[in-house]
Antibody
């Protein structure tokens, strides 16, 4: 069965960096777009980024463009989110989610991980 | 693309028919999807491409609409349906979500 497991969430100071990981299993990882989506506690969902099969097709929300970098290692069935210059407003649960296999289905996310909490505070 | 989801919350009883609407600021054809999120859980895809039921989702859920106006309908609310529902557009990045509709027990 499809499984996505995020890790790497932590308490970090403003201006700091963090790298989130998402371990995927149960499907052909390289065939699918992968997304990061976050949710501030008690609030709604915010799509952040996706990457295509070979890291060549990526997209970002304006709120994280230039600070966050998405990447994947298909040999390790893993997705990553490098987060730099973190701000208090980046405090949220971060989910990795599987998209479709075509660019027009990239953001149609049918499987999600359980999320990992990032807290940005001094 | 701005998403306007309504209502933001509603109270309903088991067996009720529930309708949630999502309006987008521009034409997105049918690139509109619906998710259910139960407390403490990750969202779950219910409907994609406006009206296609995701595998494993009960048939009491249905979606309709195209262009800028979309609807999620639950034909007969069940106890496990009390949750928050989100619409999302994938016509262009960023894949914006609606603000959510919390369905509560009356």
């Amino acid at each position: 069965q499809v499984q996505l497991v995020e890790s790497g969430g932590d308490l970090v100071k403003p201006g700091g960096s963090l790298r989130l990981s998402c371990a995927a299993s149960g499907f052909s990882f390289s065939d699918y777009y992968m997304n990061w989506i976050r949710q501030v506690p008690g609030k709604g969902l915010e799509w952040l980024s996706y990457t295509g099969s070979s890291n060549t097709y990526t997209a970002y929300a304006d709120s994280v463009k230039g600070r966050f970098t998405i990447s994947r290692d298909n040999a390790k069935n893993s997705l990553y989110l490098q987060m730099n210059s973190l701000r208090a407003e980046d405090t949220a649960t971060y989910y990795c989610a599987r998209g479709g296999s075509r660019v027009y289905t990239a953001m149609v996310t049918d499987y999600w991980g359980q999320g990992t909490l990032v807290t940005v505070s001094s | 693309i701005q998403m306007t989801q309504s209502p933001s919350s509603l109270s309903a009883s088991v067996g009720d028919r529930v309708t949630i609407t999502c309006r987008t600021s521009q034409n997105i054809n049918n690139y509109l999807h619906w998710y259910q999120q139960r407390p403490g859980k990750a969202p779950n895809l219910l409907i994609y491409d406006a009206s296609t039921l995701q595998s494993g989702v009960p048939s009491r859920f249905s979606g309709s609409g195209s262009g800028t106006d979309f609807t999620l309908t639950i034909s007969s609310l069940q106890p496990e349906d009390f949750a928050t529902y989100y619409c999302q557009q994938s016509f262009r990045t960023p894949g914006t979500f609606g603000q959510g509709t919390k369905v509560e027990i009356k």
